[in-house]
Every structure is written in C-alpha cells, then in structure tokens.
C-alpha cells in the first residue's frame, strides 16, 4: 500500500511540472504470420482492421511512458483439396480460419524520441520514436464452425468445412513500436506507426483433443491517426 501510495505521490508530482501528455486516436490495418503450437495455422494471412487508444506520459525530452488498447482481428485463410464419396478429386476449396474475432490487447510502453525543432518556433514541431511494450490480450471468438457445398447441385454429404473459429482465450503479448508525429499547432498533430506484437494465447476450445486450446501468433498493425497534446506546455529546452 504505501509502495502504491509513493508512485501516486511520484506521478502527480512529475504531471504538475513542466512536462506534457499526448492522447493518440488511431485506425488503420494489420496481418497476421502463422501462428505456432497449433493444429491450423493457414498458408496466407488476411488483411483487417486495427484501431486504438493511447496516452503517452513525456518523462523528458527523449524518454515516453504510456498505455496502449487497441483492437483487432487475427484471420487467415488456405486452400483444401476437396474429395467425394468415390474419391473423385473436386478441386481446391478456400478455407478461412479466425483465430480471434475480437483480440483486445492492453499495452505498457516506453519510447525512445527524436525531437525535430525547427527554428524560430517554440514547440515541437515533429519526432520520430522507437520503443517496446508488454502487456496482455483478450480474444473474443464464438467458436462457430460454418459449411459449405462443393457444387451447386451436390449432395449433403460433399459439403465441407468453410470457416473454422476458435474459442476465446486470454494470453501475455510482447511488442515493439515505430511512428512519427507531425504537430500542425501546439496541440493537434498527426501520427503514423508501425507495432509488430507477439502474443500467446490460451482459449477453452476443447475440439479435436484440445489441439486448438493454445497458440503463439505474431501480427503486424500499422495505423494512423490523430494526436493531441494535454497538460500543461512541454518545455524542448
């Protein structure tokens, strides 16, 4: 308690001096590699969305701490070959495989910043920043299994596993980031990043002997978004 009570103190000491926040507003997209310690991983990765929250703490001019919660999907995609009940060969079928519906990651991070300054303007105009993150993700899946069938015109039994979703889980997640900030004023500016997160995930999917209950995957968001300055005014000198 009194370990909390001092990093309390610490923090709304440093917030009262002549340091700033930076709240950012991001979206964009992400992929996915092929996961680990799994029973499907899939032979290419999908496109899909990425977007988030952040506030960043500037400790000094060139050391950043904050908190990251973003949101994305973790999908892939491969092709079966598709065989009938006389083992007649019908061709390659796309099969989806969704290993996160929802994965809801929340992040620590500590950034390293390149502050630009341009002369003759007291603010910072423009950094670039590279840093790491740890933390952890929550996945949110239903667990469906979907069909479809191989022709129009077949019969039930040539239908075949279309899409195949995991179940929920919650797991570690380690990253690191790259961006760069452009401020238009003191207090609005735009931001662009790159943050390759590793995550390892234990969900309740039970099917196939549990072959689909845990896996690593590693995805790529890259994002842009908005930034906006708090707090009092961040003194570059």
Known sequence: MKITLTSLILFISLSAGAQKFELGFNGGLSNTAKPTKTLYDGDEGKWT??????????????LQAGLDVQMTRWERKTEWPLYGT?????????VDYIFAER????????NYVIPFEARYEDFVR??????????????????????????????????????YQYESGYGGLLGAQIGYSY??????????????????????????????????ILYFPTTLGLRIRLGKEYDPQ
């Open 49 to 62: 969305y990425a977007t988030g929250l952040n506030l960043h703490y500037n400790i000094n001019r060139n």
């Open 86 to 94: 006389n083992n007649q060969y019908m061709g390659m079928r796309n």
């Open 103 to 110: 994965a809801l990651s929340f992040a620590l991070r500590f």
């Open 126 to 163: 423009s950094s670039l920043y590279v840093g790491i993150s740890a933390g952890a993700v929550a996945t949110g899946s239903e667990g469906k299994i979907e069909y479809a069938r191989a022709l129009p015109n077949s019969p039930s039994d040539f239908n075949y596993v279309s899409k």
């Open 183 to 216: 401020y238009f004023s003191r207090v609005i500016g735009v931001n662009i990043e790159f943050a390759p997160k590793f995550a390892s995930v234990k969900t309740t999917d039970s099917r196939y002997n549990h072959a689909n209950n845990t896996y690593n």
